[in-house]
Structures are given as C-alpha cells and as structure tokens.
Nanobody
Framework: QVRLEESGGGLVQAGGSLRLSCAASGRTFSRHAMGWFRQAPGKERAFVAAISRGGGYTGYVDSVKARFTIARDNAKNTVYLQMNNLEPEDTAVYYC???????????????????WGQGTQVTVSS
C-alpha cells in the first residue's frame, strides 16, 4: 500500500508559479505510475499530468501544456508538479495519485489509480 501526501499549494497571483510535491511512503514508489488531478468546486476531478514509473514518459491535459511540468525523483519517493504562468482557471484542489504497474505507462483517468492523497488547495487570483 502507498500513502501519498501533497504539499506546496497556496494563494498566488495570475502569472505566478507554484511547485507541488507529493511524497510517497513505502519502498515500491518506483513501481508506480503517478498522476496529478484537480477538482474545482462543482466540477469533477480532472486529469492534469502523469508520469511513468521510470519517468521516461509524461502526459498533460492540453490546457496546461507548456505551463506545467511533472517530474519524479524515485530516490526521494517524490513526484512534483511545477506550475508556471498560473491562471485563475487553475484554481482547484490538486491531488496526486499512484498506480502500480509493470510497464512504462502512464494513466490519465482517475479510475485507473488505486491510491490518492488528501489534496492541496491552489488558488490563483486575477
């Protein structure tokens, strides 16, 4: 079982940057694909970015491409989401998720992930 804890959220002005971190417990982090999702008030949880277990493959929702970067450090059991040029539309609770996998795949649907963190709030003011 993997336990996930997000950090790094906060309040930022439009155009600013934040870096979210997700620390995972256990010794099998490198065997998990990781993803970031977000949920705005009144909306469903939506895919933001994902990374394969080795870090060689990444995917993003179109609205964050060229602004957000997902990365992982398997030695530190941590996945990151660097968010630049933030927009008010990025305001949401951000969740990280983990899914054990035997392949270098990543997943973009929340139903494909077994483990979730509690979330961290990101608020972007205009």
């Amino acid at each position: 079982q993997v336990r996930l804890e997000e950090s790094g959220g906060g309040l930022v002005q439009a155009g600013g940057s934040l870096r979210l971190s997700c620390a995972a417990s256990g010794r099998t982090f490198s065997r998990h694909a990781m993803g970031w999702f977000r949920q705005a008030p009144g909306k469903e949880r939506a895919f933001v970015a994902a990374i394969s277990r080795g870090g060689g493959y990444t995917g993003y929702v179109d609205s964050v491409k060229a602004r957000f970067t997902i990365a992982r450090d398997n030695a530190k059991n941590t996945v990151y989401l660097q968010m630049n040029n933030l927009e008010p539309e990025d305001t949401a609770v951000y969740y990280c998720a983990a899914q054990p996998t035997d392949s270098e795949s990543y997943y973009s649907s929340p139903t494909e992930y077994d483990y979730w963190g509690q979330g961290t709030q990101v608020t972007v003011s205009s």
